[in-house]
Antibody
Framework: EVQLVESGGGLVQPGGSLRLSCAASGFTFNTFPMNWVRQAPGKGLDYISFISRYGDDIYYADSVKGRFTISRDNAKNSLYLQMNSLRAEDTAVYYC?????????WGQGTLVTVSS | EIVLTQSPGTLSLSPGERTTLSCRASQSVSKLVWYQQKPGQAPRLLISGASIRATGIPDRFSGSGSGTDFTLTISRLEPEDFAVYYCQQYGNSPRTFGQGTKVEIK
């Protein structure tokens, strides 16, 4: 069974940092690109980052470029999102999602709240 | 960046009814996906390639369209179908989502 489990969310002050993790199981992790998608409270889905199977192709939305870093450790079947210089508008549930084109499996999400 | 506009914003319907959701792109897209999201849950893939149902998706869900105009049809609403539906395009970088259509119980 494919499983994606996010962790690392929490309350952080503006300007602070957090590192999100996504633990994958039930499939061969290094054969799939991975993504981060976020959803602000009561809002729609916001696509923020992509990483190819071996990390040689990476994309960031303009809203997070220069502040967030996506990475993966295929040996640990894990995806990461390092988030620096956090802002109130980064408050959201962060989902990891598997896939290149369509996202066929999603984690349950981890909530990041940026507030003083 | 391609902008996807979904309409209507909200649909108020009764179980058993048929409904059609629209997703319009600001320019031609090569591939379109539909997701369903229920409160407190992650999105679930429904339709890829505009018309291909994902594994386990009942055949009351169907997708169609090409170019800039796409639709998701639910032939007969079941109680579990009341949710928010999002379209997403992936043929053109970056991938983008529509703002969602909420299907609520009337």
């Amino acid at each position: 069974e494919v499983q994606l489990v996010e962790s690392g969310g929490g309350l952080v002050q503006p300007g602070g940092s957090l590192r999100l993790s996504c633990a994958a199981s039930g499939f061969t992790f290094n054969t799939f690109p991975m993504n981060w998608v976020r959803q602000a409270p009561g809002k729609g889905l916001d696509y923020i980052s992509f990483i190819s199977r071996y990390g040689d192709d990476i994309y960031y939305a303009d809203s997070v470029k220069g502040r967030f870093t996506i990475s993966r450790d295929n040996a640990k079947n894990s995806l990461y999102l390092q988030m620096n210089s956090l802002r109130a508008e980064d408050t959201a549930v962060y989902y990891c999602a598997r896939g290149d084109r369509e996202f066929d499996f999603w984690g349950q999400g981890t909530l990041v709240t940026v507030s003083s | 960046e391609i902008v996807l506009t979904q309409s209507p914003g909200t649909l108020s319907l009764s179980p058993g009814e048929r409904t059609t959701l629209s997703c319009r792109a600001s320019q031609s897209v090569s591939k379109l996906v539909w997701y369903q999201q229920k409160p407190g849950q992650a999105p679930r893939l429904l339709i890829s390639g505009a018309s291909i149902r994902a594994t386990g998706i009942p055949d009351r869900f169907s997708g169609s369209g090409s170019g800039t105009d796409f639709t998701l049809t639910i032939s007969r609403l079941e109680p579990e179908d009341f949710a928010v539906y999002y379209c997403q395009q992936y043929g053109n970088s970056p991938r983008t989502f529509g703002q969602g259509t909420k299907v609520e119980i009337k």
